[in-house]
């Protein structure tokens, strides 16, 4: 009865809880470049994007991914902009994508800006192996990656502006 028997080489040995540390531990392995804010969070950038790594435990253990597309559209780029979020979220599994409504100057008043998220959650209620975790921060570092891309290829003009202004504060040091 081989159905019911544990197989000694995947069982829950393997299997340890995620923490910040373990996040850490594998950009580390894969040479990643990232940061730690006061609160120990993990945030970087990739592809000129910010993102941050949250361990998320109300019960169980989840790892949120969540990016901000570095482009700001103006408002009247919302309907557009909308249909565009629908149809990925409709035709894909991962990211998440949500559209916020803000405004550039952080003042109160109207919005008269478009901010892009990304999310990529998983939920880990007996742990995960370092394999699984390297392969859902790959798999959330791409499939976010590959959704910036795609709003890229919709938005040229704001995309080439974004790039342009990271390479001036690449060369400035900013």
């Given at each position: 009865m081989g159905f019911f028997t544990?197989?000694?080489?995947?069982?829950g040995d393997g299997l340890l809880p995620l923490t910040e540390d373990r996040i850490a531990a594998q950009f580390d392995r894969r040479g990643e470049h990232y940061g730690r804010n006061d609160n120990g969070q993990i945030g970087g950038f990739w592809d000129g994007h910010l993102y941050f790594f949250y361990v998320l435990s109300d019960g169980l253990k989840a790892l949120q991914v969540r990016a901000r597309w570095n482009?700001?559209?103006?408002?009247?780029?919302?309907?557009?902009?909308?249909?565009?979020?629908?149809?990925?979220?409709r035709d894909k599994i991962w990211p998440k994508v949500y559209l916020v409504l803000d405004r550039t100057d952080?003042?109160?008043?109207?919005?008269?800006?478009c901010s892009v998220f990304a999310e990529f959650a998983v939920n880990y209620p007996h742990g995960l192996t370092d394999s699984q975790l390297d392969e859902h921060l790959s798999c959330a570092l791409g499939t976010i990656g590959q959704f910036f891309d795609h709003l890229d290829e919709h938005y040229p003009e704001a995309a080439a502006a974004a790039k342009a202004k990271q390479e001036r504060e690449r060369e400035s040091g900013a």
């Open positions: 544990k197989n000694e080489t995947t069982g482009r700001d559209l103006p408002i009247d780029q919302y309907g557009r902009l909308l249909e565009i979020l629908n149809a990925w979220s952080n003042q109160a008043g109207d919005p008269d800006n």
